[in-house]
């Protein structure tokens, strides 16, 4: 291989190994989300996000509407704080509340 076609190789490892590190953890991100959000958050929400009679008044995560409007901020406030009937989680590191917004993101009606 000429040194050409090496730097290139090189190049184009180097660009993508990042691009698909960050897809690999956007993915355990999501699992993990998913893990806390089956064992700590379903039984009011729903497993598709849709509130139980528990979580009434809660809102409806697979909502397009619901999904633009509340922001990544607000809705780790709400997890971290509590709301209404939502007890605090304060016990969640910040890592596992970012899985849980990240999950909750991907219980948007498609």
């Not at 076609?5 to 090189?10: E, V």
């Not at 607000?74 to 605090?88: E, H, L, W, Y």
Request: aromatic letters at 4%; a positive charge.
């Amino acid at each position: 291989m000429n040194k050409r076609w090496a730097a290139l190789a090189l190049a184009v490892v180097g660009i993508a190994s990042p691009a698909l590190a960050a897809a690999e953890a956007d993915a355990a991100t999501v699992e993990a989300g998913k893990a806390l959000y089956s064992k700590k958050c379903a039984a009011c929400h729903g497993a598709d996000g849709v509130a139980k009679p528990a979580g009434k008044g809660s809102a409806n995560f697979n909502d397009p509407a619901w999904q633009t409007k509340a922001t990544d901020d607000a809705i780790s406030d709400v997890i971290t704080n509590g709301k209404n009937k939502m007890p605090k989680t304060a016990k969640l590191t910040a890592e596992q509340v970012h899985s849980l917004v990240v999950y909750v993101r991907t219980l948007s009606a498609k």
